[in-house]
Antibody, heavy 123, light 110 residues
Framework: ELPLVESGGGLIQPGGSLRLSCAAS????????MNWVRQAPGKGLEWIAY??????SYADSVKGRFTISKDSDKNLLYLQMSRLRVEDTAVYYC??????????????????WGPGTLVAVSS | QSVLTQPTSVSGISGQRVTISCSGS????????VNWYQQLPGTAPKLLIR???QRPSAVPDRFSGSRSGTSASLAISGLQSDDEADYYC???????????FGGGTKLTVL
């Protein structure tokens, strides 16, 4: 069983909304910070959001449009995306912080990644 | 502007050693740890090096990382054809309050 599996991707029109989910298993989900990272077709990795029990932070490219949240009772991570743009087209990965603990900042050290879910924004 | 700069591509002969550089600034590499990822085509990234030079147990000791000042590097010795992949550095940036990834380096094994 994969420790992280994303779902919810698909084709959406510009200006629309979509919610991604990431199901976690095999570790104490509530004890770890989590992240969303995306990769546009043929491009590099772009971090977009981090959440712990203490804080949430966002990349400037999605701030005010995307919201990261976490349900530790259900072991689910979410990314609510609104006002989607063509340039948001990407594979979206959820990624777990390596270090255990809920911190005010992330580390960039992600030991588990999901396989990714594709979001395509197009008219 | 906060960026992590990597060479677009590097190449090396099978069995030899290559290094990939990652240049940043005082708000990222200069004050936070550097991590390295390997991404094979069509797959999710894999953590190769965490906290500048720590290697997860499943990663071969052919891979090593180092940091000095505002720069870091990944070294791969005993190059194998399986090492052909994209490699990314990453670090938290205090100014952006977020994670920065380098642009990625494509490794070709000749």
């Amino acid at each position: 069983e994969l420790p992280l599996v994303e779902s919810g991707g698909g084709l959406i029109q510009p200006g629309g909304s979509l919610r991604l989910s990431c199901a976690a298993s095999g570790f104490m989900f509530s004890n770890y910070g989590m992240n969303w990272v995306r990769q546009a077709p043929g491009k590099g990795l772009e971090w977009i959001a981090y959440i712990s029990s203490r804080t949430a932070s966002y990349a400037d490219s999605v701030k005010g449009r995307f919201t990261i949240s976490k349900d530790s009772d259900k072991n689910l991570l979410y990314l609510q995306m609104s006002r989607l743009r063509v340039e948001d087209t990407a594979v979206y990965y959820c990624a777990k912080e390596w270090a255990e603990g809920n911190y005010y900042s992330g580390s960039g050290s992600f030991d588990f990644w999901g396989p990714g879910t594709l979001v395509a924004v197009s008219s | 502007q906060s960026v992590l700069t990597q060479p677009t591509s590097v190449s090396g002969i099978s069995g030899q050693r290559v290094t990939i550089s990652c240049s940043g600034s005082s708000s990222n590499i200069g004050s936070n740890s550097v991590n390295w990822y390997q991404q094979l085509p069509g797959t999710a990234p894999k953590l190769l090096i965490r906290y500048n030079n720590q290697r997860p147990s499943a990663v071969p000791d052919r891979f090593s990382g180092s940091r000095s000042g505002t720069s870091a590097s990944l070294a791969i010795s005993g190059l194998q054809s399986d090492d052909e992949a994209d490699y990314y550095c990453a670090a938290w940036d205090d100014s952006l309050n977020g994670v920065l990834f380098g642009g990625g380096t494509k490794l070709t094994v000749l």
